[in-house]
């Protein structure tokens, strides 16, 4: 250990500095405290050791001075003093002094009070230590943590269906930012309008989830695929013996099911008009009856609804009732399509690619410039699920790592085949169809059908149903089957 010892006298200091020298430490000395603080600016000094009545500059000041300096306050300091100075040694402890000696010094006390003073510095030394390992450690531990919440969030987000999430144009971002701000108020109503496949569910996910703290219920109902006579039940659910077939102890609807969250009614502009009614009333009272019940249930939720239609002339067409839509649109969001924001076609093209290549593994990473040119100018009737579904297509029949111009031959052959007259449209006929002799599987003829017809209308359900002349509810029943294959 480095011991300062200040002391005007000698002879006292050359006592004192030999038995410390004899002990094992380092001695430097100083006669007054100016050279003391002289040598301590200059050397690296564990303890000092000074007398309190000294010439220039005292003791009482030294120890101030080194206390007051960040460079050297936590240097040890002893003052020596003599018997009537106990009150003045008392005063220095407070202000910072480790201990007091009374002169004449007892070397065997000295030695003692040196022995626990290295105790205390290497003690002092292992808590430091200490805090840098555990400084360093937490440190560490927190990126390992704050890394694994990252993945949790993501794996959160890919689960309730907010990581197809990418923001490339002012238009959208306007679009989250509303969603923002309706995501902090649930007791806001919102309608979201636009065009299929635009996301509208992914928007009303994001206003339920926000940037993913929320865990309640989101539940979603497509107001078409359900009959008009479930429709009831299926959203408030039923007492027992409510009607024939009903469960014995009755059942829960998404209403309930969605309790403290949000429930998501898509394709609202489909939904019957006294089942209007009665969502009005959830809306404007919070409150609804199950189907053959007499106590009065809270809704406790938020309530988001999308169609892509244009409800104002839904409601001017009478099939929709005026103050449901106003109830409604309180909260409103319209999606843009996609080519009202041509700037985002290349970048979601691309966040496609490079998700098909970390999920599915297939190796395109680019796309050529004039394949660039070919997306940017195609129309996207379908939005955001056609260029879905036409980049897996071509990773799907390709296995190369760049989409070129041929890939893109059969966009224009369907933008062709749409915009010829319906009779120029070569529809199947019934005369040139051949039926194999080993027999036919009617049922996987039928799915294959109603699957061409979704991809033809871009799975817009109304226009699929209508094109095959099925009501919505027999083309659900088929989509249920399509999902289990």
């Known amino acids: 250990m480095i011991i300062l ?11 004192l500095a030999d038995f410390l020298t004899r002990l094992g430490h380092q001695v430097l000395e100083a006669s007054n405290g100016k050279e003391a603080l002289d040598i301590l600016q200059k ?20 120890l101030s001075r080194i206390k007051s300096s960040p460079e050297i306050k936590d240097v040890v300091v002893i003052l020596f003093t003599g018997f009537g100075e106990i009150k003045e040694a008392v005063e220095a402890m407070r202000n910072g002094a480790y201990d007091y ?8 006390e000295l030695a003692i009070t040196i022995d626990r003073i290295s105790e205390y510095l290497a003690l002092k030394q292992e808590h430091r230590q200490l805090t840098r390992n555990f400084q360093s ?8 943590i704050q890394k694994e919440l990252n993945e949790v969030k993501k794996a959160y987000a890919r689960e309730v269906g907010l990581s197809e999430i990418g923001i490339f144009s002012d238009k959208l971002r306007q679009v989250f930012r509303t969603a923002k701000r309706l995501h902090r108020n649930r007791d806001i109503p919102v309608l979201i309008e636009g065009e299929t496949g635009t996301g509208k569910e992914l928007i009303a996910r994001y206003i339920h989830y926000g940037d993913g703290e929320i865990t309640t219920p989101f539940v979603a109902i497509n107001c078409a695929a359900i009959s008009s006579g479930l429709f009831e039940s299926e959203l408030f659910g039923y007492e027992a013996g409510a009607f024939t077939g009903a469960r014995p102890k009755g059942q829960k609807g998404k209403i309930e099911l969605a309790e403290a969250g949000t429930i998501f009614l898509d394709e609202i502009a489909e939904m019957a008009p006294d089942h209007q009614a009665k969502i009005l009333r959830v809306i404007q009272e919070r409150e609804y009856y199950r189907v053959g019940g007499l106590k009065k249930q809270i809704a406790d939720v938020r309530i988001i609804c999308a169609t892509n239609r244009d409800l104002r002339q839904v409601v001017s067409e009478g099939s929709f009732r005026q103050d449901l839509f106003y109830r409604l649109n309180v909260g409103h969001i319209r999606v843009p399509s996609l080519r009202e924001r041509k700037e985002e ?3 979601l093209a691309r966040m496609i690619l490079i998700e098909l290549y970390e999920q599915k593994k297939t190796r395109f990473r680019s796309i050529n410039p004039k394949a660039a040119k070919t997306l940017e100018e195609y129309d996207w009737p379908g939005n955001i699920r056609e ?3 036409v980049i897996g297509r071509i990773t ?6 760049e989409i070129k111009p041929q890939h893109l031959d059969f966009l224009n052959q369907d933008r062709g085949f749409f915009l010829k007259p319906a009779g ?5 006929s019934i005369e040139d169809i051949t039926l194999p002799e080993e027999g036919l599987d009617l049922e996987k003829w039928t799915l294959e059908i109603v699957k061409k017809s979704l991809d033809k209308h871009f799975w817009n359900k109304t226009e699929t149903a209508k094109y095959l002349g099925l009501t919505r509810g027999v083309l659900y029943t088929y989509l249920r089957y399509l999902e289990k294959k």
Not at 5 to 15: A, Y
Not at 43 to 62: A, N, Q, T
Not at 137 to 144: G, M, W
Not at 396 to 401: A, I, K, N, V, Y
């Open 5 to 15: 010892l200040v002391d005007d006298e000698k002879d006292i200091r050359n006592s």
């Open 43 to 62: 050397e690296k000094v564990h303890m000092v050791l000074s007398d309190i009545r000294m010439p220039v500059m005292d003791g009482h000041e030294l």
């Open 101 to 108: 000696l009374i002169k004449p010094i007892n070397v065997k």
């Open 137 to 144: 450690r937490l440190n560490e531990a927190t990126r390992d």
């Open 345 to 347: 076609i290349l970048p």
């Open 387 to 389: 260029l879905q579904s």
């Open 396 to 401: 799907l029949l390709w296995d190369e790592t």
């Open 424 to 428: 120029e449209r070569g529809p199947v």
